[in-house]
């Protein structure tokens, strides 16, 4: 069983900067692929990043390339996720989860079998 604790969440104004973490415990976290997705208001949660257990080579959704950097630090048993030029559209729960998907199943949720509970990240415009 491994614990997912996320963090950072906050309200910030359209253009700025959050970190988001997300804490893993209970495993050997560098066994695991790690992402990021998000849910907002009245919308299906969708995928924002992943990094693969084997590889440092990061995936993004189209809507936040060029923006988000994906990280993490297994000694540490974190992922991050660096979120710049912050949108209002951005607004949503944004969870992590680990698993152990392959390449063509990096984007989808079933390929994660363990969540945090999120954090909230707010973008007024």
């Known amino acids: 069983q491994v614990e997912m604790v996320e963090s950072g969440g906050d309200l910030v104004q359209a253009g700025g900067s959050l970190r988001l973490s997300c804490v893993a415990s209970?495993?050997?976290?560098?066994?695991?692929?790690v992402a990021w997705f998000r849910q907002a208001p009245g919308k299906e949660r969708e995928f924002v990043a992943a990094?693969?257990?084997?590889?440092?080579?990061?995936y993004y959704a189209d809507s936040v390339k060029g923006r988000f950097t994906m990280s993490r630090d297994n000694a540490k048993s974190t992922a991050y996720l660096q979120m710049n030029m912050l949108k209002p559209e951005d607004t949503a729960l944004y969870y992590c989860?680990?698993?152990?998907?392959?390449?063509?199943?990096?984007?989808?949720?079933?390929?994660?079998?363990?969540w945090g509970q999120g954090t909230q990240v707010t973008v007024s415009s």
């Open positions: 990094i693969k257990a084997t590889s440092s080579t990061r």
């Open positions: 209970g495993a050997t976290f560098s066994g695991y692929g």
């Open positions: 989860a680990a698993g152990r998907p392959i390449s063509s199943s990096l984007m989808s949720q079933s390929a994660y079998y363990y």
